[in-house]
């Protein structure tokens, strides 16, 4: 069954069309992995700031174990 390109994966085939030298490839791949970092920590920000959460909580759940037994 195929599998239906999305908006961005159209736009960057088209911005790709031709070959790129593979440090070029790394490149993009590196802007692509921080951008999407940067989306995820500004929405667990957000997230942390909408719920309330101070650094003491944080500092706790890095001490907590969630571990789960089947």
Request: hydrophobic content about 45%; aromatic content about 12%; proline content about 3%.
């Amino acid at each position: 069954m195929p599998v239906a390109l999305n908006n961005i994966q159209l736009e960057i085939l088209k911005l790709f069309r031709n070959d790129q030298p593979e440090e070029e490839l790394q490149e993009i791949r590196s802007l692509l992995i921080a951008y999407l970092a940067d989306k995820v920590t500004f929405e667990a920000d957000k997230a942390f700031h909408d719920k309330g959460y101070s650094a003491a909580v944080f500092e706790k759940w890095k001490l907590e174990h969630f571990r789960r037994t089947a």
